[in-house]
């Protein structure tokens, strides 16, 4: 399995496979790359393909101090780094696209040749001016009910949070909701709740404007988390940005439907 090491010693699983324009995809809270095996598969063909476990996630260990936002971009850095990778296309899904976000606001934009921010919003928390954040409605409030209840009980918290990733198109796969519902209870729960909190105190949306690069806005007609309006607000923010709905889908349109995702990943590559 191919490991490396970080500046603090930590060490990071990733996978790194095909040839040509390197596309790293960086995965969602409680997620691991494995969640990434349908374009991992599919886009080799045509390109590099790189997918890694961010810390605290799949194969690669928690450290010793909570993880943040800020730790999970300088991982994401130290990986371009070990790889000797110049310019990439990011693909960021969920709280991997704030992994993004942190990784330009940063680094800069010199080492990102393209952005794709997969269903999320720029500020999770919602108040009297921010209605685009989770679900709409959620204030800080219910961040607070929403970090005790996963630190209380994660497999009662992970049983009743799996069918939010979905629309109908995954929850109509039975293989694969079951599959990603075990993925979640191997969780630990110390570890997502520090990020989650992480990820409730991060709003990039001053930095939308100076993402200058090509980007690309996907998003899921049917998410139970983010709008239409919140993808339309990123278009309209980001100065070369284009959108994709993908109907039927929700939270994970690249694991719903593998075979249009793959397709608008390839094509917003290809075009830049």
Request: with cysteine; proline share 5%.
């Amino acid at each position: 399995m191919p490991f490396m090491t970080c500046p603090d010693g930590l060490s990071l699983f990733f996978e790194d496979k095909g040839e040509g324009t390197a596309i790293v995809f960086v995965h969602g809270w409680s997620a691991h790359h494995g969640f990434f095996r349908e374009q991992s598969s599919a886009l080799l063909q045509s390109f590099r393909v790189i997918t890694l476990d961010q810390r605290g996630h799949g194969s690669s260990p928690a450290p010793e101090q909570r993880p943040q936002i800020e730790d999970l971009s300088a991982d994401l850095l130290s990986l371009l780094d070990h790889l000797k990778i110049e310019q990439c296309v990011l693909v960021g899904w969920s709280m991997g696209a704030l992994v993004c976000w942190d990784f330009i606001a940063r680094y800069g934009l010199d080492r990102i040749g393209g952005l794709a921010v997969v269903d999320m919003t720029p500020r999770l928390i919602c108040d009297d001016e921010w209605a685009l954040g989770l679900r709409g409605s959620f204030t800080a409030e219910h961040n607070r009910q929403t970090l005790q209840r996963m630190s209380d009980d994660w497999p009662t918290y992970a049983r009743h949070m799996a069918p939010n990733l979905f629309g109908q198109k995954g929850r109509s796969n039975e293989a694969l909701f079951d599959w990603t519902l075990q993925q979640l209870l191997q969780n630990d729960p110390g570890t997502l709740a520090s990020l989650w909190q992480s990820m409730a105190q991060c709003d990039y949306r001053d930095l939308l404007p100076r993402i200058t690069c090509p980007a690309m806005v996907v998003h899921g007609s049917e998410s139970a988390l983010y709008n239409a309006q919140t993808a339309a607000f990123l278009t309209d923010r980001m100065p070369d940005a284009s959108q994709h709905e993908m109907a039927g889908c929700g939270h994970a349109p690249h694991m719903e439907n593998p075979g249009e995702f793959n397709q608008v990943i390839s094509d917003f590559v290809t075009a830049r």
